[in-house]
């Protein structure tokens, strides 16, 4: 099983929402990934977990709150978003995320949410 | 800061003809990752390169990390309507990210 599953597919919110994604890999890898891909633009890295723990936080705005629950769980809570925080949302996975397995750093990216703010 | 570039935009080719993508770095970097998004969908991890003049085959795809591990391409040969999507690279310096190249887009032509 190489699947990052990643839900809902789509969501629409308002600014005054409050929403979840949800992401979960059940390859037993120890490093989750956020990420916001704009329209035509490259995947821009929001937030690393690694062993559970947040590893990089790429200045990303407090209205984005990521948790990771357990080492198969990742979520990014949404609160009070701007409508050019419209994109798709991928999560992404890998066995470690170190320099010392680099083999192991191959990410799987799920098949995003698309998120549109009202 | 670190930074990937990655040209060109975007390439239109002629179905059977060769397409390449470069992406150049800076500085030096600890390894390279090669993936392709069709429309609509996500990226898909294609190869990792992470020796100097590391060079990798996929069938008809050629991917080629430089001497100086500054600069990496992906080369198609014949191309086909199935290679259609964005190709891009992500490389990693000495810390825990990577950084994704802008993307070229590849439409093939029948």
């Known amino acids: 099983d190489t699947e990052v599953t990643q839900t809902p597919k789509h969501l629409v919110m308002g600014m005054t929402n409050k929403k979840s994604l949800k992401c979960e890999q059940h390859?037993?890898?120890?490093?989750m990934y956020w990420y916001k891909q704009k329209a035509k633009k490259p995947p821009e890295l929001m937030f690393v977990?690694?062993?559970?723990?947040?590893?990089i936080n790429e200045s990303v705005p407090s209205r984005f709150s990521p948790e990771c629950p357990n080492s198969s769980l990742l979520n990014l809570h949404l609160h009070a978003l701007q409508p050019e925080d419209s994109a798709l949302y991928l999560c992404?996975?890998?066995?470690?995320?170190?320099?010392?397995?680099?083999?192991?750093?191959?990410?799987?990216f799920g098949a995003g949410t698309r998120l549109s703010v009202l | 800061g670190q930074q990937v570039m990655q040209i060109p935009q975007y390439q239109h080719v002629q179905e059977g003809e060769d397409f390449t993508t470069y992406c150049n770095s800076s500085?030096?970097?600890?390894?390279i990752q090669w993936y392709k998004q069709r429309p609509g969908g996500h990226p898909v991890f294609l190869i990792q390169?992470?020796?100097?003049?590391e060079v990798k085959k996929q069938k008809r795809l050629t991917f080629q990390f430089g001497e100086a591990k500054k600069n990496s391409s992906l080369h198609i040969t014949a191309t086909q309507t199935t290679d259609v999507g964005t190709y891009f690279c992500?490389?990693?310096?000495?810390?825990?990210?990577?950084?994704f190249g802008s993307g070229t887009k590849l439409n093939v032509k029948p």
């Open positions: 977990y690694s062993y559970e723990k947040l590893s």
């Open positions: 390169l992470v020796k100097s003049g």
């Open positions: 390859m037993g890898h120890r490093a």
């Open positions: 500085t030096t970097l600890s390894n």
């Open positions: 992500a490389g990693r310096y000495n810390f825990n990210k990577f950084y």
């Open positions: 992404a996975s890998s066995q470690v995320s170190g320099l010392t397995s680099l083999a192991k750093n191959i990410q799987y």
